[in-house]
T-cell receptor, first 113, second 110 residues
Framework: KAGVTQTPRYLIKTRGQQVTLSCSPI?????VSWYQQTPGQGLQFLFE???????NKGNFPGRFSGRQFSNSRSEMNVSTLELGDSALYLC????????????FGPGTRLTVT | SQQGEEDPQALSIQEGENATMNCSYK?????LQWYRQNSGRGLVHLIL?????REKHSGRLRVTLDTSKKSSSLLITASRAADTASYFC??????????FGKGTKLSVIP
């Protein structure tokens, strides 16, 4: 099976812009979670989607949003970018039916200037 | 917010030695997982232990869980240079929201 893929791998944006990141889960996986990793705060949970519904949400401002499509692919959007949004954004997929192991993609490195 | 706290923050050992990392957490959990990350890349799932389990093995990995002390340990036996990475514990409370610790940076010297 192909692993989790994320696009783009690297992104440079300017403060105030918005960005959309994409994630394709492992085939058959219905749960997709997003995490932000920074040197200061470490790995923090953003949100989780299952069958197109957001099931869990972390403690991030409303500028961070996401969605999941019927084929389980997911996107996350960050509007009005701030310098502090510079991070590695990781997507993880899981079967979502009681199997809690998560399989991570390579991440998207976002730099906000 | 971080729930897990790994100890030590950094560990340097010779190839062939064993490496032990510890993780403490604060709230009730359904499962605890260990992940490995190489140089800012994606995380690789290593092992999951459920709250009703005390020990689990996978290849050269041994994980223990003590829910009364809210702690877990990861032992890597006969370490190799390729084991050089950061190791994270992550706790789950029955949903797919994982709470990660800050990680232990392991260096295995050939």
């Amino acid at each position: 099976k192909a692993g989790v893929t994320q696009t783009p791998r690297y992104l440079i944006k300017t403060r105030g812009q918005q960005v959309t990141l994409s994630c394709s889960p492992i085939s058959g996986h219905r749960s997709v979670s997003w995490y932000q990793q920074t040197p200061g705060q470490g790995l923090q949970f953003l949100f989780e989607y299952f069958s197109e519904t957001q099931r869990n949400k972390g403690n991030f401002p409303g500028r961070f949003s996401g969605r999941q499509f019927s084929n389980s692919r997911s996107e996350m959007n960050v509007s009005t970018l701030e310098l502090g949004d510079s991070a590695l954004y990781l997507c993880a997929s899981s079967a979502g039916t009681g199997a809690y192991e998560q399989y991570f993609g390579p991440g998207t490195r976002l730099t906000v200037t | 917010s971080q729930q897990g706290e790994e100890d030590p923050q950094a560990l340097s050992i010779q190839e062939g030695e064993n490496a032990t990392m510890n993780c403490s957490y604060k709230t009730s959990i359904n499962n605890l997982q260990w992940y490995r990350q190489n140089s800012g890349r994606g995380l690789v799932h290593l092992i999951l232990i459920r709250s009703n389990e005390r020990e689990k093995h996978s290849g050269r990995l041994r994980v223990t869980l003590d829910t009364s002390k809210k702690s877990s340990s990861l032992l890597i036996t006969a370490s190799r240079a390729a084991d050089t990475a950061s190791y994270f514990c992550a706790t789950g409370a029955g949903s797919y929201q994982l709470t990660f610790g800050k990680g232990t940076k392991l260096s295995v010297i050939p």
